[in-house]
């Protein structure tokens, strides 16, 4: 398996080796900066690539699901716009796991309670949702991790155990933060690109050409254009006989503890 690990020990391996050999031939200086730079563009590769289990395991689909059931995910809120987006829920019969920011619940502490009363789940997504949370140190990250915890077992009573990264990054420091935390990773294999761009068409295009039983939906709740494409999408789903159910039904997988 390509892991961090397992790569690390190759190039550490490889670079050994190259000044092994320096020692007896004559070796360009220019191979230990290719190789260099090889290991580096791995490490980002795997880094930036939720589904590559780089550095932790994710939980990004169902492959061995055979009935049309995939699961919605929501990232970022909760916001006022998740209050359209649980109505849309409703109205399909659809169930959806929200990962939510900590911050974000302290605003607006009464959606999150709505999303749990009506039946859907909630996960971790960090308390700030730094753009540089990539950068930040493990004890930085239980931190966050932990904060928001706290916030979301106010209203869940029990112990959280899903934890979305921002943005599907991983590094080494998450993955020795989770050591302690003990969160399953979810991640996803339909990426919707609604926080990129607000063109509908390529964002329900996008999706829907890559529905398939078993499957993870990544969408966000924080704006209107990602509204409109649920409801397109959630009426696709309807006339292709798909079920759009939790994450816990999907991967077998508990989203909360006692």
Known sequence: MITHKNISRFFIFLLLLLVLLK????????????????????NAFGSARISSNYHVKAFCN?????????????????????LEVLELLKKYN????????????ETHPEILQ????????????????SKFFDFYTYPTIMEELQKTDRILEKFTSKKINFFRPPYGVTTPSIRRALKFTKHKVIGWNIRSLDGGTKNQD???????????????????????HSVFV?????QFLQQNNYEAVSIEEL???KAYEN
């Not at 995939?70 to 909760?78: N, Q, R, V, Y």
């Not at 709505?114 to 700030?128: A, Q, R």
């Not at 649920?230 to 959630?234: A, D, N, S, V």
């Open 230 to 234: 649920l409801e397109q999408f959630l």
């Open 62 to 82: 169902n492959p061995s699901e055979t009935e049309k059931k995939i699961a919605l995910t929501f990232d970022d809120g909760p916001s006022e716009f998740t």
């Open 202 to 224: 390529l964002i329900l295009n996008r999706i829907k050409k890559r529905v398939s039983p078993g499957g993870i939906v990544l969408l966000h709740d924080t704006a209107p």
């Open 251 to 253: 991967l077998n997988l």
């Open 23 to 42: 020692l007896y031939i004559a070796i360009n200086f220019w191979w230990f900066v290719l190789i260099i730079l090889v290991w580096m563009g791995i």
């Open 94 to 105: 659809a169930k959806a796991t929200f990962f939510c920011i900590g911050k974000n619940i």
């Open 114 to 129: 709505k999303i749990i009363d009506e039946g859907h789940l909630v996960g971790n997504h960090t308390y700030s949702h």
